[in-house]
């Protein structure tokens, strides 16, 4: 069986046995991978603090039949550490590992692993607020998985914008005519947010109301919860706090 190298984003570990742990990483060329790492919960272990959650590695892997082996790793980023002392950014970077883990149980691109990178590259160095890195991540992988949300013309008839209905069965904004009974209105501005997290606009993120924030993360949450048909169980403990502001019209039917 032949051994191979990649870099990869550890999402989660297992104990194993007595010393061993089960690591699943999101990797640059070969999608998600299931490997042992053997020996790692030794305090001798050579390279256990390397394959914890959120770190970046290049990892060599030896070809199992249904588990890998970690031959090696060679720390690329350290971020667990810094992610892990702030409990806003703890919790961003599990909700987007766990959502990671959902979307890339069948296939994995590149740029999904970049992504993910980029995330928690800047929940590390607290680049920006913890809930809008997480809210920004989860539209653009959700967008890279075939599943972008429809921010512009009506999601189901294709009638030009703009409209201030939003439905996440439906795909996104869509018009009066096409818009069930209830379904939620989203103002203008907190619109003009989730394009903003979409396109990584950070200058205009980061200047954006409380109210906006809090209507936006609340879209995004339902959004990328429903398409991946089970809940984020992370994103129960993502705090909201800071974003509560005045009442905003979006969720008003």
Not at 133 to 149: F, N, T
Request: some cysteine; glycine content about 8%.
């Amino acid at each position: 069986m032949p051994t191979y190298r990649d870099e990869a984003v550890i999402l989660r570990t297992h104990k194993l046995g007595e010393a061993d742990r089960i690591v699943t990483m999101l990797s640059r060329r070969n999608g998600k991978i299931r490997a042992v790492a053997k020996g790692v919960r030794r305090t001798s272990s050579k390279f256990g603090s390397r394959l914890e959650p959120f770190m970046i590695a290049d990892v060599q892997l030896y070809k199992g039949r249904s588990l890998d082996i970690v031959q090696q790793a060679e720390s690329l980023g350290a971020y667990g550490a810094d992610i892990a002392v702030d409990y806003e950014r703890f919790t961003a970077a599990s909700a987007m590992v766990e959502t990671a883990d959902r979307l890339n149980e069948a296939e994995a691109t590149s740029e999904q692993y970049l992504l993910l990178v980029g995330g928690l590259r800047s929940l590390s160095r607290g680049e920006h607020s913890a809930r809008n890195i997480l809210d920004s991540y989860l539209l653009r992988v959700m967008a890279l998985s075939g599943w972008a949300p429809a921010l512009e013309d009506c999601a189901r008839c294709g009638a030009p914008g703009p409209h201030s209905h939003f439905g996440a069965p439906l795909g996104g904004l869509v018009c009066e005519a096409c818009a069930p009974a209830g379904s939620p209105r989203i103002a203008p501005s907190s619109l003009a947010l989730l394009r903003a997290l979409m396109r990584g606009d950070w200058v205009t993120i980061d200047s954006a109301p409380p109210a906006d924030m809090a209507a936006a993360s609340g879209i995004v949450a339902a959004y990328a919860q429903f398409h991946l048909e089970r809940g984020i169980r992370s994103l129960e403990h993502v705090p909201l706090d800071r974003l509560r502001g005045p009442a905003s019209s979006a969720g008003a039917p």
